[in-house]
């Protein structure tokens, strides 16, 4: 044995000191079987998984105040395994005391925590009355489709942000979120803002629902009113005078790449570009000369790189060039080509398919762009947005079938219930975006068993810097 002031082996000194003697060893925990959420006194409710971190440290919280009146130094906790069903939970301690001449022993023990069952106070109101809620957030973008809410609730999904929400509502033009608390409400909002432009109507207008004048209790209804900025990723923009001017003569002519908490636009034809965050925007809001339902394929027919030197934006690489590109729709019909500037010269080769807005036929009606018009701007015949893998994808057979997407257990009004046609359109089209668009799969929450998109690689590797990682915590792109 190895020397030690009490002149006892550790056998000896276990039998004759039991420094557990003393800490108690069964506990209690109110459990919330319908949000699976602990009290913590007085009348906090604490969501906490099974067997986490989280949950240790709040049963080691419970035990810490005895251990200190007993003078003993906990070193070691784990749980130990117990029927999921048997509402109980089992840590085992390792505890040091000193016992005689400053002689440190070491011992283990159990503590048993019992689970008793007990609505929180919001699952108990929602319980007598299932669609009583506290908090509303209305979200809304006024756009013609709903790609931004189908990505959003991609994003929603993967962060858990909605996991609190009693009642999802699909509505026209947007999504209802219903809460139980106005906390929750609160919290839920400041998650959009950190994913999307947005703008905040209201912080929880409120309304008196009842009044107790002997306890002088209120209760309120609150709602928050969110608006998404109507900029939607591939939208085609004619910026105001005064907005161009501020970004040192920008545009005006651009295309929106990129949407998050902040607007990414670029300007085609030389290449430049812009950060536009939420308060940016809002302060100067503009809206989309022609958006992606109105997209038109072409065929490039032949193509100059201007300059090979490539510029990097945001992640995404574009080189300067000249091509002749024709409507796939005048085929056999005429010879109509056009000679335009595009980002897109690392990207497209002669034979290639591409996407993009017919000026030449298009009837735009903006203020902004008229005024442009009346100051000399002509405008190009066309202006490509991305490049299209539809024919290669279907060579290929990479169906659209082979995934899919989770999906917010969300309820429909009677409008959406008509308008399900224009509904699968716009989900399509989300689809296309994802495929076309590998930058967007770490957001995507697809359903167990199934795999994310897939594109062959060469066609995507040239339009991607991979040289920077970029952060993708609650980032959103539409």
């Known amino acids: 044995m190895q020397l030690n002031a009490a002149n006892m082996c550790v056998n000896c000194l276990s039998s004759e000191n039991n420094i557990t003697e003393g800490l108690r060893k069964h506990f209690e925990l109110k459990h919330c079987p319908e949000c699976d959420s602990y009290l913590q006194p007085p009348r906090n409710w604490i969501k906490i998984q099974l067997e986490s ?22 070193v070691h906790a784990e749980f130990i395994w117990t029927e999921p069903h048997s509402k109980r939970i089992k840590v085992k301690l390792k505890v040091q005391k000193e016992i005689i001449n400053g ?57 858990d ?6 009642k999802i509502k699909e509505v026209d033009n947007g999504i209802d979120f219903f809460f139980s608390s106005w906390s929750h409400g609160a919290k839920f909002v400041d998650f959009l803002g950190k994913v999307s432009p947005v703008r ?32 939607c990723r591939e939208d085609l923009i004619c910026l105001p005078q005064k907005v161009a001017a501020g970004m040192g003569n920008f545009g005006p002519l651009v295309i929106c790449t990129k949407v998050t908490n ?97 000026l030449y036929a298009a009837n735009t009606n903006d203020i902004e762009l008229d005024k442009y018009k009346s100051k000399g701007l002509v405008l190009p015949e066309a202006i490509l947005v991305n490049k299209s893998y539809e024919e290669k994808r279907g060579k290929k057979g990479l169906k659209p079938g082979l995934w899919k997407l989770k999906s917010l257990p969300m309820e429909v009004d009677d409008k959406g219930e008509i308008e399900k046609d224009k509904k699968n359109k716009d989900y399509e089209e989300f689809l296309r975006g994802y495929k076309e668009n590998p930058e967007l799969w770490f957001n995507l929450s697809v359903t167990e068993g199934e795999e994310a998109p897939s594109v062959p690689l060469d066609e995507v590797m040239a339009a991607l810097d991979l040289s920077e990682e970029e952060d993708g915590d609650f980032l959103m792109e539409e």
């Open 262 to 358: 902040n607007i990414v636009l670029l300007d085609p034809f030389t290449l430049r570009h812009c950060f536009l965050d939420a308060d940016q925007y809002w302060r100067a809001s503009f809206k989309s000369l022609l958006t992606s339902r109105q997209l038109v394929k072409y065929i490039v027919l032949d193509l100059d790189v201007i300059n090979s030197a490539e510029a990097t934006i945001d992640g995404r690489k574009y080189v300067l060039a000249e091509a002749q590109v024709a409507r796939i729709s005048d085929f056999g019909k005429n010879d109509t080509i056009f000679s335009i500037k595009t980002h897109l010269g690392n990207l497209l080769k002669p034979g290639d398919y591409a996407l993009g807005y017919d």
């Open 200 to 231: 905040l109507g209201s912080r929880g207008d409120k309304q008196l629902v009842s009044h107790d004048p002997k306890s002088n209790n209120y209760n309120y209804k609150y709602t928050f009113s969110v608006e998404i900025a109507p900029i």
């Open 53 to 74: 971190k989280e949950l240790l440290a709040f049963c080691l919280k419970k035990l810490q105040k005895d251990l200190n009146s007993n003078k003993v130094r906990m």
């Open 161 to 166: 942000a909605a996991g609190r929400a009693k």
């Open 103 to 159: 002689v440190i022993l070491e011992q283990s023990y159990v503590v048993e925590y019992v689970q008793r069952e007990q609505m929180c106070e919001s699952c108990s109101r929602v319980q007598g009355n299932p669609d009583q809620w506290v908090a509303a957030v209305q979200l809304r973008q006024h756009v013609s489709h709903r790609r931004t809410f189908f990505y959003l609730e991609q994003v929603i999904l993967k962060h």
